[in-house]
């Protein structure tokens, strides 16, 4: 295994990836920012510069499971005091399984100025993939907001509630294309000609296949993405193999990866469009769009044809079958432990509390505590946030997933779920109706430090006494992030042997930032010595060596 050393200086700059410039985060003045490839077993060393100037910062190194540092999962507040204007934070840690993963910004909504790349982490030489592939390409996409975090905070968390909105259009590999011509745009910001903004072009050799690893790191959107004229072999989710199957487009959730294989077998005189379509909302968000570049044709030919339109956003039944058909690959399964220790029933709600909007689970929205948690479990700093951990369960009897939520008002708390060490934990996430009549939203959950079983969906409401026989206890696939279909319920399962404290939360950014998620502790006690580096802000002040 290898050192894999990297020196990243993070500032805000003037970019136009869609042609309307706005400031955007850049790592070494790229967003994306670089990818990070490296071997299994290999130790990522990245030093971090907060060249913010005024921001805070923290960076996440989403699935990769952080064992025996907890500390560098780069979750602000909960593992880590932010990096501060003009400090270098070291993160080092084993990238210690082989896939496709991704970083971004964990601190505020950071994320979505910007600050995210893709992992790719392969087999030591000499070993191989279960399938074949002639090149291997990451492809990430994103959506793109022209309004600064800021902004859409603000309007967050306000009395009067501001929702940010659809984004304004969709990014490929950092690149798409708004049309300055819209109603409402500020023309000197926008230029279509800006060469920033032409579309991704993504060069192949006709006769061979493509292993395409694509992850989705939007602030908000569910996305179909898909190739003109090819299938795609879905072969890989979160790291892990899946039983192969093939469609003709990928839906794909923020903070997840897929790879797929593509054969380049079509005409090869002409490019294709790649596409990526919003599903889940009805928004006014036009496509992303990237050229298949067929190889010697020029890369930045047109496409002969229209591109293809995608799928249609309301239906959720092709969505919800796509998730129940990623299984392990047969000869790559890890079978689950057969019963649970704790299980616990979290339903998603939209609330208001004390006049400001929120998402809650079990009626409890979540703020993170000043006190990085797992610095205050660790050096019994108890005083730091509430003791009373937050509900179990919901009420499953008076529940009607298809009606409002009744109990609206409800409350918030900074407090954790302490989990005995090595259990077996279940959690059922159950969707509901939100503040909006005939609205369910699609929330994307993903757990830090884990990857979990997904032990089955269903549609309409949980039922705790018969659904659990239907559990996927055969070939489950794991992962680190989920849907939650609307009006659904998703079930999973993992096991509390990491110790450290962390974060599961819908990686749709707004919730998040509205309070949707939880933390958990698992043996803290097994915790080693905790760097002072992350330490210095709320009551760890004393800790920090100057
Ligand atoms: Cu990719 Cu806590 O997120
Ligand atoms: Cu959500």
Same mark, same amino acid.
């Given at each position: 295994?290898?050192?894999?050393?990297?020196?990243?200086?993070?500032?805000?700059?003037?970019?136009?990836?869609?042609?309307?410039?706005?400031?955007?985060?850049?790592?070494?003045?790229?967003?994306?920012?670089?990818?990070?490839?490296?071997?299994?077993?290999?130790?990522?060393?990245?030093?971090?510069?907060?060249?913010?100037?005024?921001?805070?910062?923290?960076?996440?190194?989403?699935?990769?499971?952080?064992?025996?540092?907890?500390?560098?999962?780069?979750?602000?507040?909960?593992?880590?005091?932010?990096?501060?204007?003009?400090?270098?934070?070291?993160?080092?840690?084993?990238?210690?399984?082989?896939?496709?993963?991704?970083?971004?910004?964990?601190?505020?909504? /950071?994320?979505?100025?910007?600050?995210?790349?893709?992992?790719?982490?392969?087999?030591?030489?000499?070993?191989?993939?279960?399938?074949?592939?002639?090149?291997?390409?990451?492809?990430?996409?994103?959506?793109?907001?022209?309004?600064?975090?800021?902004?859409?905070?603000?309007?967050?968390?306000?009395?009067?509630?501001?929702?940010?909105?659809?984004?304004?259009?969709?990014?490929?590999?950092?690149?798409?294309?708004?049309?300055?011509?819209?109603?409402?745009?500020?023309?000197?910001?926008?230029?279509?000609?800006?060469?920033?903004?032409?579309?991704?072009?993504?060069?192949?050799?006709?006769?061979?296949?493509?292993?395409?690893?694509?992850?989705?790191?939007?602030?908000?959107?569910?996305?179909?993405?898909?190739?003109?004229?090819?299938?795609?072999?879905?072969?890989?989710?979160?790291?892990?193999?899946?039983?192969?199957?093939?469609?003709?487009?990928?839906?794909?959730?923020?903070?997840? !990866?897929?790879?797929?294989?593509?054969? !380049?077998?079509?005409?090869?005189?002409?490019?294709?469009?790649?596409?990526?379509?919003?599903?889940?909302?009805?928004?006014?968000?036009?496509?992303?769009?990237?050229?298949?570049?067929?190889?010697?044709?020029?890369?930045?030919?047109?496409?002969?044809?229209?591109?293809?339109?995608?799928?249609?956003?309301?239906?959720?039944?092709? $969505?919800?079958?796509?998730?129940?058909?990623?299984?392990?690959?047969?000869?790559?399964?890890?079978?689950?432990?057969?019963?649970?220790?704790?299980?616990?029933?979290?339903?998603?709600?939209?609330?208001?509390?004390?006049?400001?909007? $929120?998402?809650?689970? *079990?009626?409890?929205?979540?703020?993170?505590?000043?006190?990085?948690?797992?610095?205050?479990?660790?050096?019994?700093?108890?005083?730091?946030?509430?003791?009373?951990?937050?509900?179990?369960?919901?009420?499953?009897?008076?529940?009607?997933?298809?009606? $409002?939520?009744?109990?609206?008002?409800?409350?918030?708390?900074?407090?954790?779920?302490?989990?005995?060490?090595?259990?077996?934990?279940?959690?059922?996430?159950?969707?509901?109706?939100?503040?909006?009549?005939?609205?369910?939203?699609?929330?994307?959950?993903?757990?830090?430090?884990?990857?979990?079983?997904?032990?089955?969906?269903?549609?309409?409401?949980?039922?705790?006494?018969?659904?659990?026989?239907?559990? *996927?206890?055969?070939?489950?696939?794991?992962? *680190?992030?989920?849907?939650?279909?609307?009006?659904?319920? !998703?079930?999973?399962?993992?096991?509390?042997?990491?110790?450290?404290?962390?974060?599961?939360?819908?990686?749709?950014?707004?919730?998040?930032?509205?309070?949707?998620?939880?933390?958990?502790?698992?043996?803290?006690? $097994?915790?080693?010595?905790?760097?002072?580096?992350?330490?210095?802000?709320?009551?760890?002040? /004393?800790?920090?060596?100057?």
């Amino acid at each position: 295994a290898r050192i894999r050393h990297y020196k990243w200086d993070v500032k805000y700059e003037f970019k136009s990836p869609d042609c309307y410039k706005k400031l955007v985060i850049t790592i070494n003045g790229r967003t994306p920012g670089p990818t990070i490839l490296a071997q299994q077993n290999d130790t990522i060393i990245v030093e971090v510069t907060n060249s913010l100037l005024t921001e805070n910062l923290a960076i996440h190194w989403h699935g990769i499971r952080q064992i025996g540092t907890p500390w560098f999962d780069g979750t602000e507040g909960v593992t880590q005091c932010p990096i501060l204007p003009g400090d270098t934070f070291t993160y080092k840690f084993v990238v210690d399984r082989p896939g496709t993963y991704m970083y971004h910004a964990h601190y505020g909504m /950071q994320r979505e100025a910007g600050l995210y790349g893709s992992i790719r982490v392969s087999l030591p030489d000499g070993q191989s993939e279960p399938f074949a592939y002639d090149y291997d390409r990451s492809i990430i996409l994103n959506d793109w907001y022209h309004k600064s975090t800021y902004e859409q905070a603000a309007g967050l968390s306000s009395i009067n509630f501001t929702w940010v909105g659809e984004p304004q259009s969709l990014l490929i590999q950092g690149k798409g294309r708004f049309n300055c011509s819209t109603p409402g745009t500020d023309a000197s910001n926008c230029n279509a000609s800006n060469p920033e903004c032409s579309p991704y072009s993504m060069t192949v050799v006709p006769g061979k296949t493509y292993r395409l690893r694509i992850t989705s790191v939007t602030a908000l959107s569910a996305l179909s993405f898909q190739i003109e004229g090819h299938n795609m072999t879905v072969v890989e989710a979160d790291g892990h193999y899946v039983e192969p199957f093939v469609v003709q487009n990928l839906f794909i959730y923020s903070g997840e !990866t897929y790879s797929v294989l593509v054969r !380049t077998d079509q005409d090869p005189s002409r490019n294709y469009w790649a596409t990526t379509n919003v599903v889940s909302r009805n928004a006014t968000t036009p496509p992303g769009l990237a050229i298949f570049n067929y190889y010697p044709n020029h890369p930045r030919r047109s496409p002969p044809t229209i591109p293809p339109p995608g799928p249609y956003w309301g239906d959720v039944d092709p $969505r919800f079958n796509q998730s129940v058909r990623i299984k392990a690959r047969q000869g790559f399964i890890t079978p689950p432990p057969k019963f649970p220790d704790r299980v616990m029933l979290f339903l998603n709600t939209q609330n208001d509390v004390n006049g400001y909007r $929120r998402w809650s689970i *079990n009626n409890v929205s979540f703020n993170l505590s000043h006190t990085p948690y797992l610095i205050a479990l660790k050096e019994n700093m108890h005083h730091t946030f509430t003791q009373i951990p937050p509900p179990d369960g919901y009420d499953f009897l008076k529940l009607n997933i298809y009606e $409002r939520n009744p109990n609206a008002s409800g409350t918030t708390t900074d407090a954790v779920y302490r989990l005995p060490f090595d259990a077996t934990v279940d959690v059922i996430l159950q969707n509901t109706n939100s503040m909006v009549v005939n609205n369910s939203e699609t929330h994307p959950w993903h757990l830090h430090g884990h990857d979990f079983w997904v032990l089955g969906y269903g549609r309409g409401k949980f039922d705790p006494y018969k659904d659990p026989e239907k559990y *996927n206890l055969v070939d489950p696939i794991m992962k *680190n992030t989920v849907p939650l279909h609307p009006y659904s319920w !998703t079930a999973v399962r993992f096991k509390a042997d990491n110790p450290g404290v962390w974060l599961f939360h819908c990686h749709v950014e707004a919730h998040f930032f509205m309070g949707m998620g939880v933390v958990f502790e698992e043996g803290i006690d $097994r915790v080693g010595e905790l760097p002072s580096s992350i330490m210095g802000c709320g009551a760890t002040k /004393q800790f920090s060596k100057p």
